[in-house]
């Protein structure tokens, strides 16, 4: 449970990074997003075939789960500032 959260904080900071704006909710916002994100990431790879590498009984994630993750976090980041505008 605290790497999904430690991968949530990395997919929604670097979600913001990648998409820099005022979010309604700000940081926490941001980080269940990133959250999700990482739900969403894991699900498109799992529905495309592709699963990176993962650090199986780790607390840090791999890279390969950061950046699927962060995918997720930026596709639900955008879903959420165009149900918000």
């Given at each position: 449970?605290?790497g999904?959260?430690?991968?949530?904080?990395?997919?929604?900071?670097?979600?913001?990074?990648?998409m820099?704006g005022?979010?309604p909710?700000?940081?926490f916002?941001?980080?269940l997003i990133?959250?999700?994100?990482?739900?969403v990431?894991?699900?498109?790879?799992?529905?495309?075939d592709?699963?990176?590498?993962s650090?199986p009984?780790?607390?840090?994630?791999?890279?390969?789960?950061?950046?699927?993750?962060?995918?997720?976090?930026?596709?639900?980041?955008f879903l959420y500032?165009?149900?918000?505008s």
């Amino acid at each position: 449970m605290i790497g999904w959260i430690l991968l949530g904080l990395i997919a929604g900071a670097l979600a913001k990074w990648i998409m820099p704006g005022n979010d309604p909710g700000g940081f926490f916002v941001t980080v269940l997003i990133g959250i999700a994100g990482a739900f969403v990431g894991g699900w498109i790879g799992k529905i495309l075939d592709f699963l990176p590498a993962s650090n199986p009984g780790g607390m840090i994630p791999g890279v390969g789960s950061i950046l699927t993750a962060t995918l997720g976090a930026v596709v639900l980041l955008f879903l959420y500032r165009k149900m918000k505008s």
